[in-house]
């Protein structure tokens, strides 16, 4: 399986923009799908944004808590993935993991969850506090 290291957390103002990096080696295939989660303490993981390969078009999920306001983005060539958080709020406050997404026949807008998750990043701390 790959690894994934997510970079690019820290502490930002309320409205402020962030850039979320999750670089992979090892094992890696172009057709992974891949995905952003977070969780804060007392709250399960949740699904934040996920992008599907290119030979499933690309096809991109938004939880509907960021959409309009976060991006997700991958460089193939680079085994990169993006997350650009712009018009951040405290409570998008959590950790933030890179994964990859099993293959499987459900629907790709009902596969951004952690139960499809295939392999996982440590993690990167967003704290969004003025």
């Known amino acids: 399986q790959p690894q994934l290291v997510e970079s690019g957390g820290g502490l930002v103002q309320p409205g402020g923009s962030l850039r979320l990096s999750c670089v992979a080696s090892g094992r890696w295939l172009d057709n992974y799908a891949v995905g952003w989660f977070r969780q804060v303490p007392g709250k399960e993981r949740e699904g934040v944004s996920c992008l599907s390969s290119a030979r499933d078009i690309y096809r991109t999920y938004y939880g509907d808590s960021v959409k309009g306001r976060f991006t997700i983005s991958r460089d193939n060539p680079k085994k990169a993935v993006f997350l650009q958080m712009n018009g951040l709020r405290p409570e998008d406050t959590a950790n933030y993991f890179c994964?990859?997404?099993?293959?499987?026949?459900?629907?790709?807008?009902?596969?951004?969850?952690?139960?499809?998750?295939?392999?996982w990043g440590q993690g990167t701390q967003v704290t969004v506090s003025s």
């Open positions: 994964a990859t997404l099993k293959g499987s026949m459900v629907p790709f807008q009902e596969r951004c969850k952690v139960n499809f998750v295939q392999d």
